[in-house]
């Protein structure tokens, strides 16, 4: 199966082709969704700090107009990517989610970190540059790791304050620099439950543009320990049996998909396919 979204670099110099906008207040859309005619969407009065081509959606250019502000245009509202995600069609949340990370990598590298000059971006190529320094900024991503731990029927779940009333998750953070994916795993889980796990696996990954995260995900058996939660981080966490669990986070999460998976096998159903 082919790809309906395909990242690319994009001349900004070429005319026509599709664009979103996006301000602090999230991504332009009216009716017809996110997308806009590029040449009518700037013919409106928008204060544009930086434009940049994206990719192809169905072979067609898309370019991102990263805005310093909302504008109130007729017929069209702001809406955050969290959103897209969650009602969204999932190829439009792909696009917006990648432009959304170009759009704050970009804002967040206007002037080098070295010598605080202003950069410019590298043509082709989806990086800033900085002249005097000779060197150059990717856009950033950070590895995070994610782990359902389990003890036969039951299932390790938290919740962090900011979580939605009710909803119980798995465990995730950030890497720190040193460490494998293993090492934060096991450090995470020190840290946030006080317990010890092994029979450590990996299950796949997911990009998490919220800023922009990289999910590691991974499923990791109870080793020992009893459950601590970790001060201001974790409001509460239990094992919880897989026929009585509690309310869980949204399908298009990898957090969604490890639990998913590890009680349709454990209760025999069909299993889920890891989101995009
Ligand atoms: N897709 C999913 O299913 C899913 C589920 C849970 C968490 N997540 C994501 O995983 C990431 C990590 O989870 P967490 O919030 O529990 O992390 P965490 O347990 O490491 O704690 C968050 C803290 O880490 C620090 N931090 C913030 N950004 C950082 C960075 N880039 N590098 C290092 N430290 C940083 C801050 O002090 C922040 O308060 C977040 O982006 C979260 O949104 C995704
Ligand atoms: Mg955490
Ligand atoms: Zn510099």
Request: proline share 7%.
């Amino acid at each position: 199966m082919t790809s309906r979204w395909t990242t690319a670099v994009l001349d900004t110099d070429l005319p026509g082709g599709w664009a979103v906008a996006r301000s602090p207040e999230g991504f332009l859309f009216d009716d017809n969704g996110a997308l806009f005619p590029r040449e009518w969407l700037k013919r409106q009065d928008l204060s544009i700090l930086a434009e940049h081509g994206i990719g192809h959606l169905d072979g067609e250019p898309v370019y991102l107009l990263e805005l310093h502000s909302p504008l109130d245009i007729p017929g069209c509202h702001w809406k955050g990517l969290r959103a897209f995600m969650l009602e969204g069609d999932h190829t439009l949340y792909k696009v917006l989610g990648y432009a959304a990370q170009i759009g704050t990598w970009a804002r967040e590298h206007r002037f080098c970190g070295s010598c605080g000059k202003r950069m410019s971006q590298i043509p082709l190529e989806r990086a800033m540059y900085c002249d005097a320094c000779d060197l150059r900024h990717y856009p950033r991503i950070s590895p995070s790791m994610i782990v359902l731990i389990t003890r036969g029927d039951e299932v390790l779940l938290a919740r962090s304050p900011r979580f939605v009333t009710g909803v119980y998750s798995t465990l995730a953070g950030f890497a720190e620099p040193g460490e494998s994916a293993e090492d934060c795993l096991v450090r995470e889980v020190r840290e946030e439950v006080s317990i010890e796990v092994k029979n450590i696996q990996y299950m796949g990954s997911q990009c998490w543009p919220f800023p922009h995260s990289m999910m590691l995900g991974f499923h990791a058996e109870y080793a020992g320990g009893d459950i601590v939660p970790q001060e201001d981080e974790i409001e509460d966490a239990q094992w919880f049996n897989v026929h009585d669990l509690p309310p869980l986070p949204a399908s298009r999460s990898i957090a969604r998909y490890l639990i998913d998976l590890y009680v349709a096998r454990r209760l025999g159903h069909a299993e889920p396919v890891l989101p995009g």
